[in-house]
Structures are given as C-alpha cells and as structure tokens.
C-alpha cells in the first residue's frame, strides 16, 4: 500500500476527471456557454503547489490523453495543451508569492489558454465552426465556473500536492 502513495494525484486526478464529466452532463442547462474545466483547474493547481516536482509534467501529460479519450476521441488536445500549460504555471509560480489569489489568477488566465487553444485547434480540424465573437462571448462564464471550482478545490489540491506528491518517495522528505 505504501507504494500506491505515490500514485494518488493520479488517481484523484481520474476521480476528478469523471466528476467533471459528470457534472458537464448534469450542469449542462446552468453551465450556458460555459466550460466545465474542473480537472484541468485540479491540474493546474497541482502544478502551482508543487512547482520543483518536474515529474507532475508526466501527470499532467497523462491525464491529457486519457481527458482527450474520455471528452474528445482526438488525442492532441488535453495532451498537448495541459502540459504546456502546466509547465508554464510551474516556471511562473516560482515568481511569484504563494497567496491564494495570485494562484487564482494564474488558474484563470491557464482556463482561458486551455478554451482558447481547444477552439483554435477544433476549429482547424474542422470538428468546429465556432466564432470567435461565441468564444469571447464563454470566457465569462468560463471563468465564472473555473473561479468556482477553484474556490472549492483549492485547498483539497494543496493538501494531496504537500501531503502525496507524485513519484516521489515520502520517506525522504520524513524525520
């Protein structure tokens, strides 16, 4: 059992990723325009918490195909986008102070980069033919929904990225 330690952001990230599916489906009629992105928020807000840990960039890129498999049928879009985001929230969360709002922010701004490179790919794919007077049009309700989950989420993420980081042996880090 202690080895599955290492595993839990990997598995809350797959409850995470249903829970989202789950609630696209039953929040469909209040979401309006909206994007449900509460497994790239947990995400994101991993790789906020935990910003030396380069081995949550794997995390990150798996629960982008299994996100692309389970949304889309079309691997590229979680997969490729999830971990350049996070990546990138990594880099800059050194920077920055660690305050509940400046990560909210970078959540944010990470939600808009997510919606908006799904756009620009669906829509080169031709799988879409979504405006982009609609796409401006779901970024605030998108970030009424992601300012949501993030509110709710946030401290459950901080406490699973101290307490169960990914891949890493917790006996190193106990006296």
């Not at 380069?54 to 299994?66: F, M, N, P, T």
């Not at 990546?87 to 102070?97: D, E, H, P, T």
């Not at 305050?99 to 490179?117: D, E, P």
Request: aromatic fraction near 14%; proline fraction near 3%.
């Amino acid at each position: 059992m202690r080895s599955l330690r290492k595993f839990t952001l990997a598995l809350w990230l797959f409850v995470t990723l249903v829970l989202n599916g789950s609630l696209s489906m039953y929040l469909h009629p209040f979401l309006n325009v909206g994007v449900n992105q509460l497994m790239p928020i947990g995400m994101m807000l991993i790789a906020l918490f935990d910003d030396t840990n380069s081995k949550e960039l794997w995390l990150a890129i798996g629960a982008g195909v299994i996100s692309d498999i389970y949304f889309f049928g079309v691997l590229g879009l979680y997969s490729v986008c999830l971990p350049c985001v996070c990546w990138l929230l990594q880099k800059v969360a050194r920077f920055f102070s660690e305050v509940f709002w400046v990560r909210l922010i970078a959540v944010l701004l990470g939600t808009i980069l997510i919606n908006s490179y799904n756009w620009l790919v669906l829509n080169l794919m031709g799988i879409s033919n979504i405006s982009v007077s609609a796409l401006l049009g779901s970024f605030l309700p998108t970030i009424g929904w992601s300012l949501v989950f993030a509110v709710v989420t946030y401290k459950i993420w901080g406490s699973l990225a101290d307490n169960f980081p990914f891949m890493v042996k917790l006996e190193n880090y106990q006296n």
